[in-house]
Each structure stands twice: as C-alpha cells, then as structure tokens.
C-alpha cells in the first residue's frame, strides 16, 4: 500500500489523522488506477493530490469523516477501488456510450435513494460553489467550471455527482444532514469557503483575500 508522504502530512487540528488515514486509503487507490492513455502524470504527485483532498475533507464534519472512512474500508476489503468507480460514474456524464457499453455494468448499482440523497447534495454544493465564484472571482476561475463539457475538462457538477456516488447512503445521510441547514451567504461556514481557505494556506497565501489580490497582480 503506498501512503503519501510525511512531510506532507497536517497534525494541528483534531480531525487531522482522521483525514490523513482516509487520504492514505485513498492515494494507495489513486496509484492502482488504470487508465485508457496510460498513467497520468497526477497519480505520481502526491502533494496537490493531498492539498486537494485535505482541504475536501476539511470541510466534512466528525461524524461524516468516520462514516467515509468505513466506507474506503469495506471497499478495500471487497478489493475494489473507489477512485476508479468515481471515475467510471464521471463517464456517465463525459462520455455515455463508452460508459454503457464498457462501464455500466461493473459498476455498483445505485439505488433511487441514493440518487435522491445525491442530487439534494449536489444541488446544496452548487448554491455553495456559486457564492464564492461571486466572492471571488479570480479564485473561482481556476477551479473546475461549475458545469458542462464543452471546455474539454470535468465540471464540478460531474466531478460532485461522481465522487458522491461512491459514498454508503449511510455517508451521505450524514453529509446531507451536516450541510444542510447551512446558509451559502455565511463564509465561515459554506464549505467552497472552507476548502479554499485551507488551500490558500497550503499555498502559502495568508487568506483567500491575499490569495486574489496576489494572483490579480499577476496577470
């Protein structure tokens, strides 16, 4: 099993080694993906693909973290690797007919609870993503478009609905009742607020307001 690396590694806060076991699982299963092109150069660098997943999980709550973690365990047990049926339920979207005659059927079903409890999710991350695209508009420009295909990358609609189709109902019960009841205009807790502002720290940028400014210069 390949972990990422120490060095990397956050321990300040009370949910870091939750989230550095659940981003071990997950690198270990990254690495083993098998892609149609050939290994992509992002399975080798480990230290954007912890920047991106911690500053994810960073925004989950205790109880939502512990239920993924159980998750990313019974499917290690299975054998069977939760970055590839996240990317396998991208391609529904990305690629249909590819997906329903190649992918489809070795994919874990879902069930229309599930896919209720997804979209109600997804809906929810949207009116959050919006918000600090609105905020910030120079930081947003550089995450995924929120949707569509047409400029040739993933949106963060389909990337969202994919990832979350890899989660347990039992995860996304939790999720749903963490975000819930969160308004997108509060900035401390929206969590497109969170991750950006745990990544902007990554980065070395002293807020996200820093991190705008900064990058604004730039161009």
């Known amino acids: 099993m390949r972990f990422i690396n120490d060095k990397f590694k956050r321990r300040d806060g009370h949910k870091d080694e939750l989230i550095n076991r659940i981003i071990d699982m ?12 050939g290994r992509a150069p992002c399975q080798d660098d480990e230290w954007t693909f912890y920047v991106m997943r911690f500053s994810q999980f960073a925004a989950f709550d205790d109880a ?38 190649e992918i489809k059927s070795a994919l874990p079903q879902i069930s229309s609870a599930k896919n209720a409890m997804v979209d109600c999710i997804v809906n929810k991350l949207m009116d959050f ?21 047409q400029t040739g990358g993933v949106s963060f609609h ?4 994919g990832e979350l189709k ?16 969160i308004d997108p205009a509060d900035e401390l807790h929206n969590p497109s607020f969170v991750i950006h502002r745990i990544m902007t720290r990554f980065y070395g940028y002293e807020s996200m307001d820093d991190a705008e400014a900064r990058i604004m210069r730039k161009r």
Do not use: C
Not at 26 to 37: A, H, K, T
Not at 129 to 149: C, D, H
Not at 158 to 161: G, K, L, Q, S, V
């Open 64 to 101: 939502t973290l512990q239920s993924y973690e159980q998750d990313l365990l019974e499917i290690q047990a299975a054998g069977r690797n939760i970055i590839t049926e996240k990317y396998g339920y991208m391609m529904e979207y990305t690629d249909q007919v590819y997906f329903d005659r």
């Open 129 to 149: 993503e919006k918000v600090f695209a609105e905020r910030y508009p120079i930081l947003g420009s550089r995450s995924r478009p929120l949707q569509g295909t």
């Open 158 to 161: 389909i990337y969202t609905i």
């Open 26 to 37: 997950e690198w270990s299963m990254f690495d083993q993906v098998v892609n149609m092109g």
């Open 166 to 181: 890899t989660y347990s109902l039992r995860t996304l019960e939790l999720y749903y009742r963490h975000i819930a009841g």
